[in-house]
């Protein structure tokens, strides 16, 4: 346990729990074994920038990697986008430092040992509160003209690699592969003839049979009400006369308590 403080009149201090991370050869390739410290606790106002300046006593701080939950991490590419690619973690989270030399791990878990740490000093402050809220409302509002490079950037990406892919399909076409198969696409077919007098009248003949059709179902639809009401007259006058039958039944029964 690391005990840190957000700044020297604070009171009471907040720990972080520290361990070598230590996982099978090979299974995490973004945080290698005996160079990476991982960390647990960390708050939401310590960033990468405030944890590395903490542990840089111990050594050179090669990265520090961030995340909600612990797991096992890959090397992770540059943001492609400032724009698209933003994530806002919120929370305590876990964080992995990974330092150059195996002997700052050592030295980072013997921090226990000493005081508490300061995360925010006058040299370097640490934003919170009303002035974390600005800067984070700052950083939002998107420049049009860094969105609009960015855009048409992406989109000249784009079209090469399209172009690149006809190319590669017009330059492979007719080609047999390894079995002997030709690909045959859409784009290699003849285009379709104009049509002729025929068969403009094999269509006109076509329209002229869906009318009869549609003529003929809507028959068939009248006739479907005009059962459906007959039926329902027949169920009102069995129902009429199944009245009567009992009115009748009751006026003839013999015993009558009352």
Not at 13 to 40: I, M, S, Y
Not at 51 to 75: A, T, W, Y
Request: proline fraction near 6%.
């Amino acid at each position: 346990a690391l005990a840190v403080k957000f700044a020297e009149r604070q009171r009471s201090h907040h720990c972080l729990l520290v361990k070598e991370h230590q996982v099978r050869e090979g299974a995490d390739t973004a945080h290698p074994p005996r160079r990476t410290l991982f960390v647990l606790n960390v708050p939401p106002y310590c960033g990468p920038d405030s944890l590395s300046r903490l542990f840089s006593r111990c050594g050179h701080v090669q990265s520090v990697d961030i995340c909600d939950k612990p797991g096992p991490g890959e090397k992770k590419d540059k943001l492609a986008s400032k724009f698209f690619d933003r994530k806002t973690l919120k929370g305590f989270q876990v964080a992995y430092v990974v330092f150059r030399k195996p002997a700052a791990v050592q030295a980072a878990k013997a921090l226990s040992q000493e005081g508490p740490l300061l995360i925010s000093t006058e040299s370097h402050p640490v934003k919170t509160g009303i002035s974390k809220w600005i800067a984070s409302y700052e950083a939002s509002i998107v420049d049009p003209k860094e969105l609009k490079a960015e855009v048409d950037a992406y989109m000249e990406d784009y079209d090469k690699k399209v172009a690149e892919e006809e190319a590669k399909a017009a330059k492979e076409e007719g080609v047999p592969d390894e079995e002997g198969w030709v690909k045959v696409t859409r784009k290699g077919r003849k285009p379709g003839l104009p049509r002729t007098e025929a068969a403009n009248l094999r269509v006109l003949e076509k329209e002229k049979q869906k009318r009869a059709r549609k003529e003929l179902l809507n028959f068939y639809a009248w006739q479907h009400r005009e059962t459906k009401r007959e039926h329902i007259a027949q169920l009102r006058k069995k129902f009429e006369e199944d009245k009567q039958r009992i009115a009748l039944m009751r006026a003839q029964r013999k015993f009558r308590p009352y």
